[in-house]
């Protein structure tokens, strides 16, 4: 538990207050020595937001006099990124400093979910920033026991709805509520992600979060019922309410702006328009303490069987800086947008397995072709370093490279001729246009030189990096 409080600390020392919980520090001091664990020390002696804490229901401060060794060095976590299924969480970061970026997925299931006995709350797979110094897309955290209805329901989170429902929450200890599970994640390589599915009210979920240029998310969603359903996604920031903070309404989101910070929630779904609403909601950081805030509402314009949806969350400094740009690809049937920043990303959701193409002006990169129904797509100006997932059992055309791609995804990733392909735990194997000279590979990967390109094969995780120099003697994927 101890070392579950450093993997979902925030940049500035707060702890994300999941299920039932708030905003405080955690007595890490107190067990340190024990463990032997630097760690664990550092989490209590560096942190800016709760220093040296020691008391939340029970004052220990003399505990912590009598148990705290000064011989143990504190030390700073030699990771960033933390992906944990059995434990239901992926928490990504740029770093542990108080101007750090900080995102989570949640999908708690097993004694994950059921351990909180009566304090769950419904967040299957609910997502959270941290940027710009500030908590912006919130988790609502806890008010006391006889309030916890006001922050416990699925629609007080960042997750799918359908029928304006989010996942159900325990009615009593471990009564009700369903599982979710990190189906994929990828922590190394040019973009971290992470997968995850659940079903609720009957209807069944699959959600993407991808750390977008290590500083914003983008979340990919697809769902499906036998029956038509109104699908949608709910967001919720800090503004508005009696916040004192501003927040505004979009045609196609909101923008809330706590304290000096700010994020833009933008959404594309795959039915065209958006019914775009708001409402008034509660949290809770502080024991008892309640604030109220506005809550985004997206829906599908009509019910149907199954729905796509791309939303960003684009944190930025009011008066010093813009939020990205946002801009949604016209096309029926799927969600397709195009963020540009420092890089371009581009984003596609889409209930079923249709083949759909691209220009390199609609990406803000290169051409594109797939029938993937997750995809997504992240290049340096230029086209000269990059990253794309490739969803499993799809093909995809890219510049000039062509990928197919059966069992486990993959995720390609260039720099220059230089090429690096991950696999996920499910292995798969790649048919690629390119080639070239094998520079290095993990266990249980191969690849085999074909006379249209290269087969490349993985058992189970993995990766393999190949010199495309060798072959073809250009440093990118080429613009058709």
């Known amino acids: 538990m101890s070392r579950w409080y450093v993997d979902i600390r925030m940049p500035d020392g ?64 030699d990771f960033t990124h933390v992906v944990e299924p059995d434990r239901g969480y992926a928490v990504f970061r740029t770093g542990w400093e108080a101007d750090d970026a900080w995102a989570m997925m949640l999908a708690e299931n097993g004694g994950a979910r059921l351990g909180g006995l009566g304090h769950e709350q ?42 304006t429902e989010g996942p159900p929450s325990p009615i009593w200890m471990i009564l009700g509520g369903t599982d979710a599970f990190i189906t994929d994640a990828q922590k190394d390589g040019a973009v971290a992600f992470a997968r995850g599915a659940s079903s609720w009210y009957g209807a069944k979920f699959e959600r993407m979060t991808f750390f977008a240029e290590d500083d914003y998310v983008i979340v990919l969603d697809r769902m499906n019922h036998v029956l038509p359903r109104t699908f949608g996604v709910t967001w919720n920031g800090v503004g508005g309410g009696d916040t004192g903070d501003p927040y505004a309404l979009l045609g196609n989101g909101a923008r809330w702006e706590p304290d000096g910070a700010g994020v833009e929630v933008r959404v594309a779904g795959d039915k065209g ?12 950081w502080t024991w008892s303490q309640t604030r109220t805030h506005r809550t985004l ?16 969350g684009l944190p930025y400094v ?43 002006t609609q990406t803000g990169s290169l051409a594109l072709s797939t029938n993937a129904r997750f995809a997504f797509v992240q290049v340096a100006p230029g086209a000269k370093s990059g990253g794309v997932y490739i969803d499993a059992n799809s ?9 197919r791609v059966s069992c486990g995804r993959v995720f390609a990733e260039w720099r220059g ?17 390119g080639g070239g000279t094998v520079t290095g590979s993990s266990g249980g990967v191969r690849a085999i030189a074909t006379p249209t390109g290269t087969r490349i094969e993985a058992t189970r995780a993995g990766w393999i990096t190949i010199d495309a120099s060798t072959r073809f003697g250009f440093a990118a994927p080429r613009a058709r």
């Not at 540009?340 to 083949?355: H, R, S, Y």
């Open 14 to 77: 707060a702890y994300a207050p999941v299920d039932d919980a708030n905003q405080y520090g955690f007595f890490n001091g107190l067990v340190a020595a024990a463990f032997g664990d630097g760690v664990l020390a550092w989490d209590w002696l560096e942190n800016d937001r709760f220093p040296l804490y020691s008391n939340y229901i029970n004052e220990l401060a003399p505990e912590l006099i009598a148990f705290y060794d000064d011989a143990l060095d504190a030390t700073p976590p």
């Open 122 to 163: 419904g967040d299957n797979l609910s997502v959270t920033l941290f940027n710009r110094g500030r908590y912006l897309l919130i988790d609502p955290g806890y008010i006391e026991w006889s309030s916890r209805w006001g922050v416990a329901k699925g629609n007080h989170h960042n997750v799918p709805t359908v029928n």
């Open 273 to 284: 328009s958006l019914v775009v609403t708001d409402r008034e909601n509660q949290h809770g």
């Open 297 to 312: 509402d997206v829906r599908a314009p009509y019910a149907a069987n199954g729905a796509a949806f791309v939303s960003a």
């Open 318 to 360: 009011p008066g010093v800086e813009d939020p990205r740009g946002f801009t949604q690809i016209p096309v029926d049937g799927a969600a397709a947008v195009r963020v540009t920043g420092d890089a371009a990303v581009f984003a596609l959701a889409q209930p079923n397995a249709t083949t759909r193409s691209f220009t390199k």
């Open 395 to 403: 093909s995809m055309t890219l510049g000039s490279n062509e990928f």
């Open 417 to 433: 001729a230089r090429w690096a392909f991950r696999f996920g735990d499910a292995g798969g194997t790649l048919s690629w246009s």
